[in-house]
């Protein structure tokens, strides 16, 4: 069965991607939502959620010191490129990258590679289905590999249950969890804000994306905070075949909506009845 996977990404955060991917979800059935912005997880405050499964995410193995054996050599003090292990030998965790090199220097085996938790990943039940999410412990630089576990849970409960359509909130920026959020997708979305930064960042996700020839729709949030970047934003988007699909004006029911802790397409219908919200969801569903 193939499955309808669309990815909402940004440049960086805070542009509205949460926003948008929350307004959608009503707008679809057969729905399984992710979210896979792991290292700052929101989208599940937008919905009242129940969490039924929990595990924890072992993402990479870390050093971990045997004093027993310890001859005091520092030649794996010598050795650490992250400054992981200090100078009387003790092992700083949270520095640690596990690459490794400690335990093979070690002349007496005294550090072993111990597998290490580095986030947990989460199944909870909301009024529009199941939702996958993911929390990455603050500091830890797997969020990559945290991003590919949520998309392949997700993935396997969509061919288990029959969903068409997933939808997921994919991670903000240029970095490898968001080459994680979008490997495999069928559609993406780019939110962009109308300034030059967001221009910017706009030209170099949308190069990010055509490395894997991925269909491409942008949405500018608060379009009308600036009309003249907004026209850059149509020109740039005309001249590269993109379609801007979407203009979502500055409102103040946006924010109390976010507030309130309320889905903005609910909360708001009116206003996302009048920019064609419901006629941007079924291009996606296509």
């Known amino acids: 069965m193939e499955i309808n996977e669309i990815v909402v990404i940004s440049g960086k955060g805070g542009t509205g991607k949460t926003t948008l991917t929350s307004s959608l ?13 792991v290292d700052a997880p929101d989208l599940h405050i937008l919905f009242n959620r ?23 050599c520092k030649i794996c ?28 220097v070690c002349p007496v085996d005294a550090i072993s590679m111990e597998d290490a938790v580095v986030g947990k990943v989460f199944i909870s039940e909301t009024a529009y289905g199941e939702m996958v999410h993911a929390r990455l412990i603050p500091g830890e630089e797997t969020s990559g590999k ?4 949520v998309r392949k849970k997700t993935k396997k409960i969509a061919l288990e ?42 030209k170099r996700v949308y190069q990010l994306t055509q490395n894997f020839r991925l269909p491409v729709y942008v949405v500018v949030n608060k379009y009308d905070i600036s009309e003249e970047k907004t026209s850059e934003i149509q ?20 924010v109390k909506a976010i507030v309130e802790k309320q889905i903005p397409s609910i909360y708001n219908r009116e206003l996302f009845e009048s920019i064609g919200f419901e006629a941007f969801a079924e291009k996606l569903k296509a």
């Open 235 to 254: 020109k740039y988007c005309n001249e590269n075949g993109i379609e801007l699909a979407l203009k979502i004006p500055f409102d103040k029911r946006m």
């Open 50 to 72: 129940e969490i039924k499964e929990e595990a924890d995410f072992v993402g990479l193995k870390k050093a971990r010191l045997d004093k027993s054996k310890c001859i005091d």
């Open 77 to 104: 003090y010598e050795s650490c490129k992250f400054d992981a292990i200090s100078e009387s030998v003790e092992i700083n965790s949270t520095k640690c990258e596990g690459c490794g090199v400690c335990a093979y």
């Open 146 to 149: 945290l991003v590919s576990e």
């Open 161 to 202: 249950k029959g969903k068409k359509n997933i939808l997921v909130d994919g991670s903000p920026g240029l970095a490898c969890n968001v080459i994680s959020s979008i490997t495999g997708a069928k559609k993406v979305v780019i939110v962009v804000e109308p300034t030059f930064s967001g221009l910017h960042d706009l």
């Open 25 to 37: 979800v009503p707008y679809f059935q057969d729905l399984l939502v992710a979210d896979c912005d």
